[in-house]
């Protein structure tokens, strides 16, 4: 597949990737108010990297992202300054990837990974996870491994998908006119190899799924190796805010655009008022 082979020599070229692994103490902590976070791994879930707060107060329920990297990369720091900011925010990120880790990764390994934090035994070592609200979600190749692990999976109650889009139109008009399931996009513009292709998959939705779409001219490698994330890093905390952690205020960005609009998205979205999520 050719355009297959694009997105993933693209996502190596943008320079995505951080090739030197970052100690954990050495590394960012994010800014939400779950801060500080690091990464980790559980030797129970081998070839993933975990990104959580290092100190989840009492009481704190912390909702699940499970992350496919660009150019389905097995290095689970490939977006260690993104996961990290994101998991500041009160959320259990399971990138797939050691860190460090080569080679390629595949949507099994996501859906392992749902398995694995949804078992009694990994609750009982992590006993703040509210594992009734996971969000697959990826960026490029990434991105097509989150739908093949979210559409039809019932655990996972909303789609994340960044710089990316199902590669063909035969594939599009199969699995998205499926999706009931909140789903959010986050993309680079025209310039972004995978502009038509997430905006193929946006309009094949159903009417009536709650979706928003946001386009920021930066091109196909986004701006995760920014300060936490940089601006992909804001919008993405505001959509687990609000699709995992039910914050309403962090809603506000999706339905009302000011603040995307002064970031520089240029924003759709529709039958956002049907997505409701009770506050956590
Ligand atoms: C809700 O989201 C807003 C905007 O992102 C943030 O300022 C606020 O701290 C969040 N509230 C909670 C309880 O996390």
């Not at 329920?61 to 994101?86: E, H, R």
């Not at 990994?122 to 703040?128: A, F, I, M, Q, V």
């Not at 339905?255 to 409701?276: C, H, I, K, M, P």
Request: aromatic fraction near 10%.
């Amino acid at each position: 597949m050719l355009l297959k082979s694009v997105i993933l020599a693209l996502a190596t070229a943008t320079g995505i990737s951080q090739a030197n692994p970052i100690a954990p103490r050495q590394g960012p902590t994010g800014n939400g108010p779950f801060a500080p976070a690091h990464y980790t791994t559980d030797s129970s879930l081998s070839g993933h990297t975990l990104y959580l707060p290092r100190n989840v107060p009492q009481g704190a329920k912390i909702p699940v992202l499970i992350w496919g990297n660009g150019a389905c990369s097995a290095n689970g720091l490939d977006f260690l300054n993104f996961l990290t900011q994101i998991a500041s925010h009160g959320v259990f990120v399971i990138s797939s990837g050691s860190p460090g880790g080569q080679g390629s990764t595949n949507a099994q390994m996501m859906t392992r990974a749902i398995d694995w934090v949804t078992r009694s035994t990994t609750k009982e070592r992590y006993p703040w996870l509210e594992t009734s609200r996971i969000s697959v979600s990826g960026m490029s190749c990434g991105g097509v491994e989150a739908y093949t692990a979210g559409v039809n999976d019932n655990r996972v109650t909303t789609i994340g998908i960044y710089n990316s889009g199902l590669l063909s139109e035969q594939e599009s008009r199969n699995v998205v006119p499926k999706i009931n399931k909140p789903i959010f996009y986050f993309m680079g513009g025209l310039s972004d190899i995978a502009f038509n292709n997430g905006e193929r998959d946006y309009r094949l939705l159903p009417q009536s799924t709650p979706t928003w779409k946001g386009n920021l001219n930066v091109g196909h490698g986004g701006t995760y190796g920014d300060q936490n994330g940089g601006k992909f890093g804001v919008a993405a905390v505001r959509y687990y805010q609000w699709a995992l952690r039910g914050n309403a205020t962090a809603a506000n960005f999706f339905t009302n655009n000011q603040e995307a609009n002064r970031d520089g998205w240029s924003v759709e979205s529709r039958s956002l008022g049907n997505l409701r999520v009770n506050p956590i």
